[in-house]
């Protein structure tokens, strides 16, 4: 993924990332900036998300809708993501037709517009967005346990936002993220596919060179103290299906643990792509799988890992089958957690989950939009480096890594437990 790679830096702070790819008559351009849930305080949470959407209402010139036009009548398509880490934006197309990509994204970079009448109906747009989202209890317990598994760091927040917070923001305040954050001294721009390097870093200097840089943004000061007390989380509510999280802190990319851990969330819950865009491998196989839905505790089990630029979270879910205690599933689990510990990972574990892990990550790399991604998640999240060596490092895991990495972040005095219980359990 890596050779024939060029990146370069603008005089504006602009990091550039070219990757010329001739796969198929395709371009895909993505321009990530470095602000999402993350750098978000109480008072400003959902922020980045609220401003997210407001790039796509559009600029003098691009009007509202009129971009979207221009995208499907070129025969490409697009969208825009936050995450906890970053917001991006991106649009794939034919390959002679790149250049709108660059000339919209250049453009809402620094003229959008922020009309206050369109600024209120998307505040009512993302709260009934939360509110949807919240008539499912299974995401009210995974937003209550996040919440409880951090004390301090942005991690904490969901990403849409607190409903106090959606409803007090201002047209004003979200202006002023913008103009901090969404800035080329704040941005990465990944070009990958079929193109001359030299003209299209020509076209991306054309468009972008020009932009004045923003303010710099303040380093990130606030680190999540650790965890030395059990919490748990009990919510009730009217769905009759039970659910069950439990989370730990978990390394970030950039630590040593990142792979050994990775290896560990494959043993336990099956392999997956790590991406927007990977998949998942069967997991029938997997230790939590046979403890938990072949013994008949759980309809389905769930692990979660992926990586952050500070210490985020694993996770382990599962949707109770009827009649059977949390507890129950709870102890299940820990049994298995506890076996790693002791006895560790057997070497056939070891070659599936590596082998696994391997073939998710290029499924999720495989194309140029796919590609470009994950050139600038990485850039944003680690470093190039880190995923250029993605295969090696993780090839070099030893089955006594991955029994050192359980046995040092999965206790019970750092997990976080949240139990989702109808209501009708509690009245009978």
Not at 144 to 159: D, K, M, T
Not at 394 to 405: G, I, P
Request: charged share 20%; hydrophobic share 40%.
């Amino acid at each position: 993924m890596l050779d024939s790679l060029i990146q370069t830096t603008l005089d504006n702070g602009l990091q550039v990332i070219v990757r010329p790819s001739r796969r198929a008559p395709v371009a895909s351009f993505w321009v990530f900036y470095r602000v999402g849930s993350r750098i978000e305080t109480p008072g400003c949470t959902g922020v980045s998300h609220w401003v997210e959407h407001m790039l796509f209402k559009g600029t003098p010139r691009y009007p509202r809708g009129e971009f979207d036009k221009a995208v499907a009548r070129a025969g490409g398509v697009f969208n825009g993501m936050t995450g906890q880490d970053w917001t991006v934006y991106f649009e794939t197309l034919p390959a002679d037709r790149i250049e709108l990509a660059l000339q919209v994204e250049s453009d809402r970079m620094v003229n959008a517009v922020f009309d206050p009448q369109e600024t209120e109906l998307e505040r009512t747009v993302i709260l009934s967005e939360r509110e949807g989202s919240e008539n499912n209890e299974f995401y009210r317990l995974h937003e209550e346990v996040q919440a409880a598994a951090f004390l301090e760091h942005g991690y904490r927040n969901p990403i849409i936002g607190w409903p106090s917070d959606l409803r007090t923001l201002t047209r004003e305040a979200l202006y002023a993220h913008y103009r901090t954050y969404y800035a080329p001294n704040n941005a990465v721009v990944v070009v990958a596919g079929d193109f001359e390097p030299e003209p299209m870093l020509a076209q991306v200097e054309q468009y972008f060179g020009g932009l004045k840089p923003g303010p710099a943004a303040s380093p990130l000061r606030i680190e999540e103290p650790p965890q030395r007390a059990e919490r748990r989380i009990l919510l009730r509510g009217e769905d009759p299906t039970a659910y069950f999280l439990q989370v730990f802190h978990a390394p970030p990319a950039l630590h040593p643990d990142f792979f050994p851990f990775v290896v560990l969330d494959s043993v336990l819950g099956g392999a997956k792509g790590m991406g927007l865009f990977g998949g998942s491998a069967n997991n029938r196989s997997n230790r939590l799988y046979r403890a938990l839905v072949e013994r008949q505790l759980t309809v389905d089990v769930a692990t979660s890992f992926g990586p952050t630029i500070d210490p985020g979270l694993f996770s382990i879910s599962a949707t109770l089958a009827p009649g059977v205690e949390h507890r129950a599933v709870e102890e299940a689990i820990w049994s298995e957690l506890e076996a790693i510990q002791r006895h560790g990972v057997t070497a056939a574990e070891m070659e599936k989950a590596i082998k696994q892990t391997r073939a998710q990550f290029a499924y999720s790399s495989e194309s140029v939009t796919y590609e470009a991604y994950w050139l600038g998640f990485s850039q944003v999240v680690a470093t190039l480096d880190w995923l250029a060596h993605w295969s090696e490092r993780l090839q070099a895991v030893t089955a006594e890594d991955v029994q050192r990495v359980a046995a040092l972040y999965l206790q019970r005095r750092s997990q976080t437990v949240g139990y989702y219980i109808p209501d009708r359990e509690v009245q009978g």
